[in-house]
């Protein structure tokens, strides 16, 4: 393998701001990419200042002026070139995203994919921009409404998915002819950088203005400050805490602008007596296990029929007896590291807690050491059981801990299950149609996502992505969510001769 760097034109330093094709001289800091795989340092990012923010937002809204006016299914076809770009070099920027934030080969492979995925989609929506047309209360008049390009965008994206929900709002806001400056986790600087080279390419070969899709990389006060308060971006679009969500939301809102936030999750399984077993630990190993807990939507809580409660503990813990965790560059691992020292520490904190509050760990928790585990980022993922009213229950650990909560009802399981804070991500296990109609009811789960015997992780980029209370209320990816991403406007046009008034007011000189 040729070194990873070399492969995307980077270099051990880089400019944190530019186009993918021209970069700034940036002003700020240098940033380091270190891998939590082993502590190597993958290469250096001068981050972006203030003043080179500027710059981007400069160029992000000229470009829009003349993005907006390429029609639709041709920007349309750019995202597929941008697509098939992707498909080309799925594998050398899968094992980027692998040695920057840790992920299995599977899933780093699966991520780009969904980036790819999220093109093809994009094509095809970028010819059913569809507005509806009513019937006017006024004769010989017609009225209508259409979706026009919104603006340069913000998007802000986390350190767990820095290539899918990237792409899932910024190919949508290019079809939607707007332009984009990307703010990416500095955990996943680098990433962002090989995305950015790769897509910078196909806009480099179309002869297209500079400026469409922008990455700026800065630290919170120089940059992400001054991009959420930017009267320029009519959308910023924020995945990542809820702490982080409160505060784009208020500044966003404080100057009237769009946000769409799509914040933490606390996603809980329901496990019925009458779950098909086999099904639900499969489903539930990789929900709480995979990408090592660090998904928004990975499973948090198992809420458990006290009939089963005992054999489905006792086979998830047989089941994480067997799990390899180690380099996730290697074949078989299924857990690799935690992103930093950070996580590993408010893993441990959390345990501490849990114990504090009378619950018991079950099994795993520990960090490991020996070999590569000396970085410090590996961990044993943990079972720990728990009484509903702990208070470390209403809370995202984002690490791999999982809470086993016994109930008796489905009432009581369904009163658990909505009593935290968060509203993403959610499912049952049963093979009774009454429970899993309640469950899908509005007498069931609160949450945005809503699954029957699959785990709440791993969502597919067809349906809108997204979860209601802390969560934020935001919908990105597919099914409708292309509409945040346009104008909305309403027409009335008068063919008559007449000037009838809607609701029958008269109103006028004799
Ligand atoms: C995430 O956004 O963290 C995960 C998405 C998914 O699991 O579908």
Redesign the pocket.
Known sequence: MKDILQEFDLLKENPGAGTGTTWLECGGEILESVSPIDGQILGRVRQASGANYDEVAVRASTAFEEWRMVPAPKRGDIVRQIGNAVRTRKQELSTMLSLEVGKIRPEAEGEVQEMIDMCDFAVGQSRMLYGLSMHSERPRHRMYEQYHPLGPIGVIT?F??PV??WAWNAMIGLIAGDTVVWKPSSKAALTALATAKIIGHVLHENDLPEGILNVVIGSRDEVGEKLIADRRLPLISA?GSVAMGRRVGQVVASRLGKSLL?LG?NNAVIVSSKADLDLAVRAILFGAVG?AGQ????IRRIIAHKEIFNPLTEALIEAYKQLVIGNPLENGVLVGPLIDAEAVENMQRALEEIKSQGGRVLYGGEILSGGIYDVGTYVTPCICEVSNDCPIVQEETFAPILYMIPYETLEEAIQYHNDVPQGL?SAIFTTDLRESEIFLSHLGSDCGIANVNIGT???EIGGA?GGEKDTGGGRESGSDAWKIYMRRQTCTINWSREMPLAQGIEFGIE
């Open positions: 986390a767990n998915f899918a929900v995945t799509e999750g990408t998904r928004c939507t990975s991500s992780s791993g969502a992505f």
